[in-house]
């Protein structure tokens, strides 16, 4: 009998990547398109998967660009629900991606499925508490606790939780449409252009944005520590793949701890706490793989 | 035979209760006593378990102060690690009772116990993610997902997270000794009794107090739900013994989410999200026999 073969999507709100294999060494096929409108985005994976292997495709695993609903009970569980996203409020995806292809379909958020994928073969793998957190369009996180992910009320948002600001310092009252000052307001990649009026990948390795960026980014992970006490925190997304972060993210989470969590990981190795996705950019559809096979048996 | 029976022990920084029996409708024995040394008071509690139906006693679970050493790969698994107390550092609870009285021990911090027992027998029964925070003497908190106690790289600490704090409104910069003004610094019993210079139980209802009170929590709850997003986050502790100060802290909560999570529970509903304790301040004990329930099938 044919092997069987796994799909993943990563359906973010700038560009969908799908692929087709079994894991990190095994890729048959993969593709990217930009996000347009759902009937042609959905279209254009689904006539990816119809057009690789089809037989053989035991399992499709989503992870989305959000809010989504994980609710199994609910109506609309696999939809992609409140998006401000022009024309993608109230998308079936799963329903959308089950009737074209007739497999099971795993379904979460993005972070949450990157932070899977981590977990199967990246930087989680010896983790019973985990987070993945996002820096790039916006900001946002998910978490595992013994092998399952949060999902609970709604699913994590991490993006909206506030940091402490000194007007002083940074100005910048931050641009989310709810909060203003948010951590996404204050430290995502369009804030950053938005303040410094300069694309942040543009900003020298020097520039006192860095800094700044790093203090609210150490804050939400010493928030995180005191949450959830994660044994490691991955961090993607475009802003962290500047060189100079990771040391000033680490060195930031200290100093806002203060030394309160005695743990030598916190006070002595933070390199082995706070890192970047070990599957780098591929976290994301490696997770929704990831997804598909636990799909494929029934989860 | 016998019926088995399970032994709880709150074992807090003020004092410790102790009972038997098998769940909130069947305690056969209870007591309460003041923490002094390790010594004595470890030895108060191994005499009532001594004295009563000992040939019953099936297990002990014990929800403790600390910071504690949840890591059963530790050499130090079951102590009260570093904790400030005087003669309380390194404490082996869990060594100590064992020996004692020859028993399985559960061992867990008191909010993660307090959780588990409003899981198994009050507010947090049907819940997927459930979090419950003590607001007393300090501030602390314990999550559950999945049924699992959260742990991780030590466990929460939810108290030393850093509100948005603003100086003109508060100027009071906080006592906790790592931080000033985290959580716990501002918002514990000790903390309103430092800035109005009164104890908390004696504020009037109506004194701007339990305003300020309620937007340091609205923010906690804020973050916990962006966080976590738990289905029901649980208030104990004196401070919330205020009546006043569930709807407070609700429409706090509401405020400073400002509609970002699209939920009715949260929107319209947050009587239902947002509760005191059903088993009300027995919850510590009661989660405690909970807990000795696990450690008798070998969890
Ligand atoms: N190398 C870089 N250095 C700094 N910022 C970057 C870099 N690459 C992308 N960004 C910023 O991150 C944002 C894009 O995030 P990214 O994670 O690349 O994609 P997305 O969030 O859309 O998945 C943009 O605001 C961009 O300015
Ligand atoms: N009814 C009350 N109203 C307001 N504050 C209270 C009340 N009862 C206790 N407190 C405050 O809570 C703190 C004690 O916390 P409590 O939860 O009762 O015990 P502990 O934290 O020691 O377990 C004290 O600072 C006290 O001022
Ligand atoms: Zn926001
Ligand atoms: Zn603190």
């Not at 359906?11 to 993969?30: F, M």
């Not at 543009?202 to 005191?226: I, K």
């Not at 559809?285 to 096979?293: D, K, P, R, S």
Request: glycine letters at 14%; proline letters at 9%; one cysteine or more.
């Amino acid at each position: 009998m044919a092997e069987r073969l796994y799909g993943g999507i990563e359906a973010g709100g700038t560009k969908w990547v799908c692929a087709i294999g079994t894991g990190p060494d095994d890729i048959r096929a993969e593709i990217r398109f930009p996000t347009t409108t759902p009937a042609e985005t959905l279209g254009q994976a689904i006539a990816f998967f119809r057009a690789h292997q089809p037989a053989q495709l035991a399992a499709i695993g989503v992870g989305s660009f959000g809010p989504v609903d994980l609710n199994r009970a609910s109506p609309r569980y696999g939809s992609i629900t409140t998006t401000p996203k022009p024309g993608w409020a109230n998308t079936d995806v799963v329903g959308a991606l089950t009737q074209a292809l007739g497999r099971p379909v795993g379904f979460d958020t993005d972070v949450n499925v990157a932070l899977l994928g981590e977990w199967r073969w990246g930087a989680a793998r010896d983790c019973d508490v985990a987070v993945y957190i996002t820096v790039g369009t916006g900001i946002g996180g998910g978490a595992m606790v013994g092998g399952r992910l949060v999902h609970g009320l709604i699913h994590p948002e991490m993006g909206h939780i506030r940091p402490v600001r000194d007007p002083a310092r940074d100005p910048f009252p931050g641009i989310c449409p709810y909060h203003g000052d948010c951590l996404e307001g204050l430290a995502c990649g369009p804030a950053m252009k938005a303040r410094w009026q300069t694309p942040a990948e543009q900003l020298p390795p020097d520039h006192p944005a860095w800094e700044l960026e790093a203090d609210y980014l150490g804050q939400a992970m010493a928030t995180l520590l005191c949450m959830l006490s994660p044994e490691r925190i991955i961090i993607g997304g475009g802003v962290m793949s500047q060189p100079q972060m990771f040391p000033l993210v680490r060195e930031a989470t200290q100093r806002w701890l203060n030394g309160y969590l005695q743990h030598p990981r916190i006070l002595a190795n933070p390199e082995d706490l706070i890192v970047p996705p070990a599957l780098g950019a591929r976290a994301g559809v490696l997770g929704a793989i990831a997804l598909a096979m636990a799909a494929a048996e029934g989860y």
